[in-house]
């Protein structure tokens, strides 16, 4: 493990603790489409993780704006999260491991698996899409939602707290991480 990595994911869930003491959790893992191999130059980089933060950013802003003007009554959500970047065994191909951590009296689910549903899996797709510049169609096995990837956590108790930080650490290995290509191979909200 990385301790500079542990003590910013503990960071970032804390602070999200403080803004939120009800959280949700969601661990996806983001993967490229084989048509992008072989990967070169700013690809390796980071700045498709942007822009998917970017883009699931607006949709969440975007739903609630809708929801408020449907008279519904809406909780504030940001968004924060912790990314990292890792290679497939060959040290060829990267992904990220993202943690995105939400209000729980905003969000509380995922929603059905189905690319024709408004809820936050669909929206996590699409935004990974926007982010790759596909058609989220395209792209519905490419933001993978791995098993026991939703955590609920109570900051007034602790309750879940320490399950998600076991979860977190999972993406502070120094393991199938690359130090030497130019490219942060870790991160996470910094406000």
């Not at 491991?97 to 905003?106: E, F, G, Q, S």
Request: some cysteine; proline content about 4%; charged content about 25%.
């Amino acid at each position: 493990m990385i301790k500079e990595y542990l003590a910013s994911a503990h960071g970032t869930i804390l602070q999200a603790v403080r803004d939120y003491p009800r959280l949700y959790v969601v661990r996806v893992d983001l993967r490229f489409p084989q048509a992008y191999w072989p990967l070169e130059g700013q690809v390796l980089g980071n700045d498709f993780i942007c822009r998917f933060k970017r883009s699931l950013k607006a949709k969440i802003d975007y739903s609630q704006q809708c929801s408020k003007r449907k008279g519904h009554r809406v909780r504030p959500s940001g968004l924060r999260f912790v990314w990292c970047r890792e290679y497939d065994q060959y040290g060829r191909k990267p992904h990220f491991h993202v943690l995105i951590l939400l209000n729980r009296d905003a969000f509380n689910t995922l929603g059905c698996f189905d690319a024709d549903r408004a809820n936050l899996s669909s929206r996590i797709t699409e935004a990974w899409a926007s982010a790759l510049g596909m058609d989220p169609l395209g792209c519905w096995t490419l933001a993978h939602i791995p098993e026991g990837a939703e955590y609920r956590v109570d900051g007034r108790n602790g309750e879940g707290l320490a399950e998600l930080f076991k979860r977190a650490s999972y993406l502070c290995k120094a393991e199938s991480k690359s130090f030497t290509d130019g490219f942060h191979p870790f991160g996470g909200s910094r406000d």
